[in-house]
Each structure stands twice: as C-alpha cells, then as structure tokens.
C-alpha cells in the first residue's frame, strides 16, 4: 500500500506491577496501519486489546517499544503534550457513548473543539454541526443527550469524533450496547466513514464486526496471533436491509 | 480552554444542581453577611463616638475630684468628691502654663417652671469658657458674661429639649423669666442642639448657670465637680496633664507615695482608648463571624470533592478528547470560586440591607442614634476572602480532579 503510515508499532510492551508481581499485559506488538484503512483488533478478554487500545490512544504510554502516531513518537511525552496529541489526531468512541448529561447535541460534539484555542467559538459551531450533519443528526442539533435514543447518542459521539479531523477514529466496543439493527446502522456509518478515507480502528470481541473491516488483528496472551486484510469485505448496509424493522 | 468557556461550564455546572449549589453558598452567605453587619456595626459604633467629641477642643481635659478607684480598692469615702476647691481653681489659673481656657463646674438638678409648663433636668454651673471647651455654640441669644459670672447673676442659657418644654408654642424664650428649684431666673440664650448620644442620652436636656450662681444661690457648695479645662493645642495635651498633676499635688500637699487625690483626664486618651476598644470589639466579632466562612469554605471543600466524584467519566471524557491538567483545574477551581463569589455577593446584599434597616430602626425608633454604615473597603475585602476562600478549598478537588488517571476515569462506575 503506498498509503503513509498513521500508526507505527515497534516491539511494544507494557508491564502493570501489581502488588509483588509484575503483570505483562502486552508482550511486544509490532504492527503498522496506514491511512485510509478500516482495522479490527480483537482479542478476547485479558488477550491486552484493552492496553492497546489505551496505547494508541495516548492515553497510556507502553513500558518499552516505540509508538509513532501520524509520525510523531509518543512514548516519550509528558501527560500535557499526550492531551494535545489526543485533541487533534485521535477522535474516541466509547461503548457508553459517554456524552455529557444535560447537554445538547451540538454542544457534545464541539467539546474536543473546546480545548483547541485555535479554533474559535463560530467555527466551532459551525463544525459541530456539519459533523452532526454528516452523522445524519443535522435535524436533532439542539437535542440534549438524555432525550435520544442510543444510537442516536452514538452518533453524537461519532460526529464528537469525527468534529477534530482526526487522524485515526478509536472505536471501543462502540456498538456493544446497542441492538442488532442500531448496531448495523453504526457500521453502516463506519463505513461510509472509511469509504470517505477516514482511518479506523475498531476494537471489538465480536468476530462477526471483523468481516466488515479490510484489515484483522488478533492479539491473545498480550501478543500478536494474527494480523489479515480481509479479502470479503461485507456490506453493512446489505445486511441491514435484511434485517426485520422493529416495530415501534 | 479559554476564560470564557470555563465560565460557562462552571456555571452550568452550579445550574445543574441549584439546591445543592445554594446550600452550599448558604455557608458563605452567612459568613459574609455577619462579617459585614459586625464591620459596619463596628465603624458605624466608633464614627457615632467620634462625631458626639466632634468640636469638643482636641486638647480638651477635665480635672476630677477623688482617686482613682484602682488606688482605693472601691472603697469610695464622701470626702473624695469635695477634693477640686476654689483654691485649686485659683492656683490653676495663676500659675498653668498650657492652657488656653479653664472652666470650673459644679453640678445639680432642679425643676424648672415656666408658667404652668415645668421640667426637670440637670444644671450645671460654668463659666463662659464652657462653650469653646466642650464645642457647643449658642443659636439664638447670647451666653452670660464674664461679669454675670463674677456677679453670680440669675441667667441661664437652655438645651433645646428645655426650651421645648418650658415654651410649647414656639414662644421666643430669650429674656424670659423661668424658676429653677423656686429662684427666678432670666433665659438668655439658647443652646444649639447637639441631638441624642449613641446611647440615648440627650444632650439637648440641660441648662447652663454661671456656677458662682449655682454654688452660691442653690446649693452652697464650695467645691467643683469637675474643671474643664483646653491645651493650647491637642500635642500639649500630655504636658498640659502633667503641669495640672503637679500644680494639684503641690496644693494637696500629697507627697511621694501618698494616693493622689484627683485625676486629670485628656480627651484624646479617651479617645484613643475608645478608638482602640473599638478596633479590637471589630477585630474579635469579625473573627468569630469570620469562622462562618471557615466552615461555608470548608462546606465548599466537601461539594467539590463529590462534585469531582460524580463527574468521573466526565473528567475521563474530557481529558481523552484532550483536556490538559491545566484545564482539568481551572474547570473546578473556577467553580469553587464562583459558588465562594456568588455566595460573597448574596452575603454582601444581605449583610448591607440588614445593617441599613438595623440603621433605620435604631435612628427611628430607639433611642441608641448608631450610624451604622457599611464601608466599601468592607466589601472589597469580603470579596477578597471570598475569592482566596473559593481558591483554597477549591484546590484540592480540583487537583484531584486534574490528577485522575483518564483510563479509570473513563471506566468509573
């Protein structure tokens, strides 16, 4: 691929001591993702697909290895630079939506925005809602969270991480709490997401979410078991158009 | 994050839970409006002293008879008040050497009667230096003359709340002739009013004789109650004490050692002294309502620590979308002081309107004229206090806050 590399690993490792023992939750991963690619790490429970995704976060740094993010190697910075890191190269979405309570719409999704005085307050509403708008929420801006359906609130939070032109999007379980038809729609998004050049990194333990993806990650025991691109991609739209409509 | 959004995300913050935001102001507001009533109470209690001295001549003293009680244990014998002679006023005025106006007095009470109005009050004997010592001036009329006074003539010069009594009808009491204790007496002038003391007395209720008059024609008394006497200026005040002290010891014969039977009073010891009581009665109130604030500081603390707690995931949020420490900090710190401010604000509305409406009632309708005022300086400062309060107690939560690791944050349940 003659894409440019968004995400860099080389022999990372990350020890957690607790206690007396010295737990070792990744035991030197080295993988490469490029940009434009759609990415699923899976890994069951313990395998340290948490930690990674922690890792490429910026939100821990590995104990050893080197971690380059869109060029920039990160396990050297302090916690205030990691926060800069985040704000402009990384957009999060969480399981639980984790959107602010009381909140409209709008003002979730300008939050990232918030914390970058280079951007001021009307291209910061203006972003937010082309995100919105792009989420396919533009009729719900002014909303607040606790009105809206879960997979409405996801994809506040998508167009939260979509809203700092991100360069990877970090999707954590991000349709674990939804139904099968809301989950869909959520992948169907992804999708266009990735059709558009957007990179993404879906970490799940659902195998079936990987067959959507162009790229397949397997880690267990805190290293790496399998890395495949994905020669039959799915079409998250077909399959949802098989799915029956939930009647109201 | 810039000033304004901050502001904006503490505001909605305190807005999303009103009660718990106004409980926890109340702590302040309490502190802040007793502080502010004790520091109004307090200036406005020493302005009131300070204006009733007002005019009174600043090298003013008064030499008094009997000796201090601390040199007699209480043990006060009748002799004491007969110790101020006319021998005694002679030698003062022969032979001072720092005073510019002596006035001996001597004091009784009596009815006064005019027609069929009648009062009764205090009287007492002066000479014509009493107006310039103790700062009071005639409105209407004049005051007795030096040979009225060597001629122990019957005239008087009336308070305005005599003149009130004896002459109901706005009838011109100059050149009347009222009675006092049965002696008739001409009136010929008037005093001009001086209003009620802070506590009540009214200065307005007397009547001035020359005190040959008085000690000759009423009660026959050959000793003084007091000399009032004026420096030539405020600083010559102490030299003025210790010349007086000295010409009294050598006409008392006292030697040393013996107990002095006088004492020389100077006005601007009284003044300091009550000028220092009073700071330190403002310092001690303000202390103990400045403990309100401690605790409504210390209220605040603990709001802003389950404050920080709630908002876990939120911080966790904030922080994986890029929020710095810095910004972590800020947001709460900003919080605590606005919850301090707002409170400080409210405190400072209240404490002023209850130290006016305490003003308003005491003028109205009591006796006891206290100007109580609140200063500005009071208000900055309690502004200030409120600001470091919100600072410090706001520190911790918000540093613990600011401290949280955003990987648990996020996983908080």
């Known amino acids: ?11 990372i490792r990350r ?109 910061r509403r203006e972003r937010a809602v082309t995100a919105l708008q792009r989420v396919g929420l533009g009729d719900r801006l002014n909303h607040k969270s606790n009105q809206m359906s879960g997979g409405q609130m996801q994809r506040v939070a998508i167009a939260r991480a979509l809203v700092n032109d991100p360069a990877v ?29 957007r990179t993404i990194i ?47 | 994050m810039n000033i304004t959004n901050l502001f904006k ?49 600043p090298g003013a003293l008064n030499v008094i008879p009997g000796p201090s009680y601390e040199d007699i244990d209480g043990n006060w014998l009748p002799e004491y008040s007969q110790t101020i002679t006319q021998a005694d006023y002679q030698s003062i005025l022969e032979k001072n050497k720092y005073l510019k106006a002596i006035c001996p007095m001597v004091y009784t009470s009596g009815q006064f009667i005019n027609g069929k109005n009648n009062h009764s009050g205090s009287v007492q004997g002066v000479n014509n230096e009493f107006l310039d010592i103790n700062g009071l001036s005639i409105s209407q009329g004049d005051m007795f003359t030096d040979p009225e006074v060597k001629g122990a003539s019957k005239v008087c010069i009336l308070g305005k709340t005599v003149v009130d009594k004896l002459f109901p009808n706005e009838a011109d009491p100059i050149g009347a002739v009222i009675r006092i204790n049965s002696i008739p007496v001409r009136v010929v002038g008037v005093l001009k009013s001086k209003g009620r003391t802070a506590f009540g007395q009214d200065q307005d209720d007397i009547v001035l004789m020359p005190y040959t008059t008085v000690m000759k024609r009423m009660i026959s008394q050959d000793y003084f109650d007091m000399i009032y006497v004026a420096a030539t200026s405020k600083e010559m005040a102490s030299l003025a004490k210790q010349d007086l002290t000295e010409i009294l010891r050598e006409n008392h014969k006292l030697r040393e050692g013996d107990i002095q039977d006088f004492r020389v009073n100077s006005l601007e010891e009284a003044t300091s002294m009550v000028d220092s009581v009073m700071n330190v009665l403002t310092l001690l109130l303000s202390c103990i309502a400045g403990i309100s604030l401690l605790v409504g500081g210390i209220g605040i603390m603990n709001i802003m620590y389950v404050s920080v707690t709630e908002r876990t995931r939120e911080i966790g949020l904030r922080m994986s979308v890029g929020a710095r420490t810095v910004d972590i900090m800020s947001q709460f710190l900003i919080e605590a002081i606005l919850i301090s401010v707002t409170g400080g604000l409210i405190g400072v509305l209240i404490g002023s309107g209850i130290s006016y409406l305490a003003r308003f009632v005491l003028l109205n309708f009591t006796e006891y004229h206290i100007l109580i005022s609140v200063e500005p300086w009071t208000v900055l400062l ?32």
Request: charged share 20%; aromatic share 6%.
């Open chain 1, 169 to 197: 999007i970090l999707a954590d379980e991000a349709t674990g709490n939804l139904d099968t038809r809301t989950s869909f729609e959520i992948l169907v998004l992804f999708q266009q997401l990735h059709a558009e050049g």
């Open chain 2, 382 to 413: 309690s502004f200030a206090i409120c600001t470091i309060t919100g600072i410090f107690f706001g520190w911790y939560p918000a540093k613990k806050a600011a401290n949280l690791d955003p990987i648990d944050a996020l996983r908080y349940e």
């Open chain 2, 9 to 57: 995300i503490a505001l909605k913050a305190i807005g999303a839970n009103k009660m718990r935001s106004f409980l926890t102001m109340l702590g302040i507001i309490i502190g802040v409006s007793s502080v502010i009533i004790m520091l109004a109470l307090g200036t406005g209690s020493k302005a009131t002293i300070m204006q009733e001295i007002e005019g009174v001549d």
């Open chain 1, 202 to 248: 879906f970490v799940t333990h659902n195998p079936e979410i990987a067959q959507y993806s162009t790229r397949t990650i397997t880690l267990s025991d805190g290293k790496l078991r399998e890395d495949r691109m994905n020669d039959t991609i799915l079409n998250a739209a077909d399959k949802l158009a098989t799915l029956p409509v939930e009647e109201e």
């Open chain 1, 15 to 123: 020890d957690f001591v607790v206690g007396e023992e010295t737990v070792h939750a990744l035991r030197g991963v080295s993988f490469t993702i490029h940009e434009g690619e759609f990415v699923t790490i899976m890994g069951t429970s313990g395998s340290g697909k948490s930690t990674l995704l922690n890792i490429l976060g910026c939100l821990d740094t590995p104990t050893s290895g080197e971690y380059r993010l869109d060029g920039i190697p990160v396990r050297t910075m302090s916690k205030t630079q990691r926060a800069v890191l985040r704000n402009r190269k990384i957009g999060f979405v969480f399981q639980s939506y984790n959107l602010l309570a009381k909140t409209t719409a709008v003002e979730n999704v300008e939050l990232p925005l918030m914390y970058n005085s280079e951007v001021g307050s009307r291209e």
């Open chain 1, 1 to 11: 691929m003659a894409q440019k590399p968004v995400i860099e690993l080389e022999g």
